[in-house]
């Protein structure tokens, strides 16, 4: 039984290729696809003008407002594919007192199945995966994307084997082991573990689901975009901080932007895109500043922010060119500013971020000072997780009933 | 800056007054008030039939869908009170592996701000306290209302002390202290607790915020009532298992849908209610079979899950009432049935519970066995809170990237 009715009307889908996001390769659909030939990411195309034809701004309006209400724009074809623990569109949570601005909005994803907007691309890959038959899948991960591929693939029965560092939050490495996935801790980063993952899928024993080695996982992140335009009214924001690891949510939002834009639902506008990372792994902070296309490995990565702590990210041409094309930047913020934004806005505003959802404020708050962004512009970050994910300080006093209590100490 | 219309649309609002639960004596709306002259909670009585002539079911549905669109049927009278922090509608999750049927849903509360339920009685307490000018607000908790308090009350400079049980999941009174809450452990169960707060408020220290002992908790957790009536298409599911500690969305629901029948939206139907305790505290479950129309004490509680150790419910009566109304039952389930249940939803249909959630499953599960529901009946289990904020079992093995590592053997 399901009462959301967009996980069970049938619909006609509109993809008709992939193509590789670097040569512009076409590639079939509906056959099990990782990398482009060339080892770059492949994009869903679709037919725009057929969706266009077949969905209005209106009838799009008056549906549920979950993740699947977009499925004219998503590749799943049928809905009995659709795995699905409850996508819904995430709340814009004003934070006035710590961002110091009443137009600074965060978009909580921490609501998301598994707590983290890595649900939006499990989603879709593990709804595909199923799709096209695979019945193994291996992910590297650092915490959150592998909690969310473990729930979903164990929801359809597909078989899963996660890899994370050995120092990844001791909370998703439990939750990916509760949730039916096999999770090994490996004494290495995310991307030794994408190495071992890489072995066993040349090997065939599993399929990789690494980011943007599957071309799905974008389609789902690329439901943060769409959300947003009808979250404004179809008038996006002046500017969008997100944390950036690998970066499939930028991408993702990026190719939205273009979808909508050729169904005629917003302009030709776009937010500044800033690319937010830590200052102790920040390889597209410094291809972006040294102007170059691609960005090198970042050696000896360390930062509180594990989900952003990625040396190496195999779409970054794709993040660059996003950033640089919307007139916005790739910035870092230390450890120390991030763990400070975090307390602020749980201690003024109420509401607990995780530390890459801080890091998005320390870099709002930076540019603020330096004049990147105007307190009057219409800003959205990011908080990817749940902040109930990750440690917290210690609290105070235990209190003896049967003392005396002197309340007006208190 | 809130985009939502529902947070900034000025209204008319509809309480008349308000009265007892237990004499029917009746109390000014507006003004600052505890539990009645008797002892008993407090109910939030509305002009229904003015409701009923300024709102349509079709121009409610035609709004954003967050707790704020039932606002003609809240007791918030400006919008410059409503403090929010993105009270999105919960999702209803099909879990048909572990519940067995695919005709159980699991209403996801731990989608709310703070992870947790209880953001729906404390959103609405904070933004009426903020209208009636309270300062400062103590609570006992078992963790989850602490954090919700704190949450709301900080965002718009309420001070809050928080009172609980020395045992409370740690993250529970971190999250408080996070949250900008002074939080103290007490050496003692949620009642213990809960006579610290009232000594303190009789010497005029702080408003007293425990369970019913304000009148306007209720209403805020009422909208779950609310909302499984407008997601079922205003046909209430058969049977609802709720996790029963003080019990206030029960009665919140009960009241709920009376409010709904009286403006002509639901027929006279209501769902079975199932009141679920766990075995090692189970005062409701005791006075129910016994036939008793208030509850005693349950001496020396113990369960794992800690949201429903209660031993004593200031709105017992009501509890029992309403369970007994709707033809339905008080049930207790161990703790290792609890347990289970958890285990078997997250492995098995990537849904994790909270304890409470997990003796809903549990209870669930044993009623299936012994013909109290039917398996072609639509039940709807409440999920309290996010699993996350809970204890997970170690994980296992840590690989080591320089070996050799046998893929074959993973």
Redesign the interface.
């Known amino acids: 039984?399901?009462?959301?009715t967009n996980l069970t009307t049938g619909r006609p889908t509109f993809v008709t290729h992939l193509e590789c996001s670097m040569t512009g390769e076409r590639y079939e659909a509906d056959m099990l696809h990782g990398l482009s030939r060339v080892g770059r990411p492949l994009l869903v195309r679709y037919d725009l003008e057929g969706v266009g034809a077949a969905l209005s701004k209106e009838a799009l309006t008056s549906r549920?407002?979950?993740l699947w209400r977009w499925r004219e724009l998503l590749p799943v074809r049928h809905t009995s594919d659709v795995v699905?623990?409850?996508e819904?569109?995430?709340?814009?949570?004003?934070i006035p007192k710590s961002g110091g601005s009443?137009?600074v909005?965060v978009k909580?994803e921490g609501?998301l199945?598994?707590?983290s907007f890595k649900a939006r691309g499990l989603v879709m890959a593990v709804s595909m995966a199923k799709a096209l038959g695979v019945t193994k899948i291996a992910m590297p991960t650092n915490g959150n994307a592998g909690a969310a591929l473990?729930?979903?693939?164990?929801?359809v029965g597909i078989e899963t084997?996660i890899?994370c560092p050995?120092d990844t939050p001791e909370?998703n490495?439990?939750?990916?082991?509760?949730?039916?996935g096999?999770?090994?801790?490996?004494?290495?980063l995310i991307d030794?573990?994408g190495?071992?993952v890489g072995?066993?899928a040349a090997?065939g024993?599993w399929f990789d689901f690494s980011t943007l080695k599957e071309p799905y996982r974008i389609e789902g992140k690329k439901t943060m975009g769409l959300e947003l335009a009808a979250?404004?009214?179809w008038k996006l924001p002046d500017a969008i901080f997100y944390p950036t690891g690998g970066g499939t949510g930028l991408i993702g939002m990026w190719k939205a932007f273009d979808e909508l834009e050729a169904l005629g639902w917003i302009g030709p506008e776009r937010p500044r895109m800033f690319a937010v990372q830590a200052s102790g792994c920040a390889p597209i902070v410094r291809a972006f500043e040294a102007g170059e296309e691609h960005a090198e490995r970042w050696e000896d990565a360390a930062t509180v922010a594990a989900g952003i702590r990625v040396p190496r990210a195999v779409g970054d041409f794709l993040i660059l060119r996003a950033v640089r094309a919307s007139g916005g930047r790739a910035v870092a913020v230390g450890d120390p500013a991030i763990l400070k934004a975090v307390?602020d806005c749980?201690?003024?505003?109420?509401?607990?971020l995780c530390p890459e959802g801080g890091a998005t404020l320390a870099a709002y708050r930076e540019a603020l000072r330096t004049g990147l962004v105007d307190e009057d512009e219409?800003v959205v970050l990011f908080n990817c997780a749940?902040g109930?994910?990750y440690p917290?300080?210690?609290?105070?006093?235990?209190?003896?009933?049967?003392a005396e209590?002197d309340?007006?100490a208190?």
């Open positions: 039984m399901a009462l959301n549920e407002t979950d699905s623990l409850g819904i569109e995430t709340p814009l949570v004003p009443p137009n909005l909580d609501r199945p598994t707590g473990a729930a979903y693939a164990s929801r084997i890899f050995d909370i490495v439990r939750e990916v082991a509760a949730q039916g096999r999770v090994y801790r490996v004494n290495g030794d573990c190495a071992i072995k066993g090997e024993r979250q404004f009214g307390e749980a201690r003024r505003d109420g509401l607990l219409r749940t109930l994910k917290l300080p210690e609290a105070p006093q235990t209190l003896d009933r049967f209590i309340l007006g208190l």
